[in-house]
Nanobody, 131 residues
Framework: QVHLVESGGGSVQAGGSLRLSCAAS??????????LAWFRQAPGKEREGVAS????????YYADSVKGRFTISQDNAKNTIYLQMNSLNPEDTATYYC??????????????????????WGQGTQVTVSS
């Protein structure tokens, strides 16, 4: 099992920026090179993939709605990923969750940003963007 702890959420005005962090521990590399990702869920909506990163290669993947505004990155020494969110708008308001897929074959699932491929979830951090 992988334990994930998010931080960095908060409230910001439209056009502003926030940076989320996710520290991972546990069986991160026990079975495979892992894929870590950010998902979000707004009230009344399904949880959707935002961005993912395959840690061994550094390859990154983004949902169309955030391309050019959000950047996912990693600090391997700290087993931590980040989500830099710029040009935020009210539609970005949601609870943001860190997610991991540390099973064999994660490199093939990583680009899909599919919540059903996620093995472990963080507790979530709230992001609120006001107009």
């Amino acid at each position: 099992q992988v334990h994930l702890v998010e931080s960095g959420g908060g409230s910001v005005q439209a056009g502003g920026s926030l940076r989320l962090s996710c520290a991972a521990s546990g069986d991160l590399y026990t079975y495979s090179n892992p894929c870590l990702a950010w998902f979000r869920q707004a009230p009344g909506k399904e949880r959707e993939g935002v961005a993912s990163i395959y840690l061994s290669s550094g390859n990154t993947y983004y949902a169309d709605s955030v391309k050019g505004r959000f950047t996912i990155s990693q600090d391997n020494a700290k087993n931590t990923i980040y989500l830099q969110m710029n040009s935020l708008n009210p539609e970005d308001t949601a609870t943001y969750y860190c997610a991991s897929d540390a099973r064999a074959g994660a490199q093939y699932r990583c680009p899909k940003l599919n919540r059903y491929d996620v093995k472990d979830w963080g507790q979530g951090t709230q992001v609120t963007v006001s107009s």
